[in-house]
């Protein structure tokens, strides 16, 4: 099983760090890991040797290129449909749910995901109805990072397929 892991920043933040961490841990994965991450944060550098990484900033000799065959789209849309070419077949391991954009593609795409939620309910707030309709449905798994997070997520309508990890 390949696996795609989408980080906001990859920097230091509690979410970041616990993703570093499962990441760490998987250094004899039969199956190719990517890291795909929206800038590119200090965790980006320390990660294992053989771990592929992809920045959401593209280099200045691709900006044209992507341009041109994406032009209706969105730079984060041309981005993300770049990486869903290249790892199609993978799940997609979207961490934390202020990425609603990410799970979108994925739901668009057909692709299955994994959603590792730390947040509670003051960042739902934040989406759209649309984006926690997906949120609660979409995902293959969703992993909470506590009990109260996995109790919100209940109350929301996840019924099934929902799991506590605690953050180390």
Same mark, same amino acid.
């Given at each position: ?28 994965? !039969? ?21 592929? *990484? ?14 041109? =065959? ?13 990486? #869903? ?14 990425? !609603?954009?990410?799970?979108?593609? #994925?739901?668009?795409?057909?692709? !299955? ?22 949120? =609660?449905?979409? !995902? *293959?798994?969703?992993? #909470?990072?506590? *009990? #109260? ?8 309508? *996840? ?10």
């Amino acid at each position: 099983m390949n696996i795609v892991f989408f980080s906001p920043y990859f920097g230091r933040t509690g979410s970041e760090v616990a993703l570093y961490n499962i990441i760490n841990h998987l250094t004899d994965w !039969p199956g190719e890991l990517v890291v795909v991450s929206g800038e590119e944060g200090d965790l980006l550098n320390e990660l294992p040797q053989g771990i592929k *990484r992809h920045v959401r900033t593209p280099r200045r000799s691709h900006l044209k290129l992507y341009n041109k =065959i994406f032009k209706h789209l969105t730079g984060l849309d041309r981005f993300l449909m770049s990486v #869903a070419r290249k790892y199609r077949n993978y799940i997609w391991y979207i961490n934390t749910i202020v990425q !609603p954009d990410v799970l979108r593609h #994925a739901q668009l795409l057909r692709i !299955p995901c994994i959603l590792h939620c730390h947040e509670l309910e003051k960042v739902f707030f934040s989406l759209s109805e649309e984006d926690m309709c997906r949120l =609660i449905e979409y !995902p *293959r798994l969703i992993i #909470a990072c506590s *009990r #109260a997070v996995e109790e919100r997520l209940r109350t929301l309508g *996840r019924s099934s397929n929902l799991e506590v990890l605690y953050e180390s």
